[in-house]
């Protein structure tokens, strides 16, 4: 092989190895673990399907409603403390 031949060989590889690399960055970030959290949610702050008196995103109309949920990270919702108790993984009265 001649030295423009190599020269040529290596920018192709290069360009190639950039191509895969950057093609890697363009894929979509995973979405987060979530889990239903019963009754931490503010007042107009619930997630869609609360409960009777709520239709849906937006309609809680107390703070910490047992029958509203709210998506939080998985694995965290019984460890949020509000003033009336920690969160529930199950709806609640």
């Not at 590889?13 to 894929?27: E, W």
């Not at 403390?81 to 993984?89: A, I, R």
Request: glycine share 10%.
């Amino acid at each position: 092989m001649n030295h423009r031949h190599v020269a040529s060989l290596a920018f192709t590889v290069a360009a190639l190895v950039a191509g895969v690399s950057h093609a890697d960055d363009s894929k979509p970030a995973a979405k987060p673990a979530v889990e239903k959290c019963w009754g931490v949610a503010k007042a107009g702050q619930n997630d869609c399907a609360a409960g009777p008196g709520t239709t849906c995103a937006g309609t809680a109309k107390a703070d910490y409603q047992k029958n509203a949920w709210k998506n939080v990270p998985a694995g965290t919702c019984t460890a949020i403390k509000t003033p009336k108790g920690n969160g529930s993984l199950t709806k609640v009265g």
